[in-house]
């Protein structure tokens, strides 16, 4: 089972990017998704996550301009990020909790994608 990030890339603040991550391989089930990101010199913290429902939670920051959404038919859970502001610069990175064909459970974490916003 392996995570693949896209999406990530340099705008100019109030613009808009959407990140995307992609579960695949010997896959059952997929239960929560969730975006983390971290900044130069900063913890990492958790952006957005989405339950296998649907129920989505977003840190205080981002609330009202990302919206966390995923696709199940294709293990797919994306991040659309607006109004992004300079301090949302950062490596972000997708982990999925998921169990294998043979039931296993599994937390994986896709490679980071660096979003830059910048003038």
């Known amino acids: 089972v392996q995570l693949q990030a896209s999406g990530g890339g340099l705008v100019q603040p109030g613009g808009s990017l959407r990140l995307s991550c992609a579960a695949s391989?010997?896959?059952?089930?997929?239960?929560?998704q969730s975006w983390y990101r971290q900044a130069p010199g900063k913890q990492r913290e958790l952006v957005a996550s989405?339950?296998?429902?649907?129920?989505?939670n977003y840190v205080d920051s981002v609330k009202g301009r990302f919206t966390i959404a995923r696709d199940n038919a294709k293990n797919t859970v994306y991040l659309q990020m607006s109004s992004l502001k300079p301090e949302d610069t950062a490596v972000y990175s997708c982990?999925?909790?998921?169990?294998?064909?043979?039931?296993?459970?599994?937390?994986?974490w896709g490679q980071g994608t660096l979003v830059t916003v910048s003038s």
């Open positions: 989405i339950t296998s429902s649907g129920k989505t």
């Open positions: 391989g010997s896959i059952f089930s997929v239960n929560a």
């Open positions: 982990n999925t909790e998921l169990f294998d064909t043979s039931r296993r459970y599994v937390n994986i």
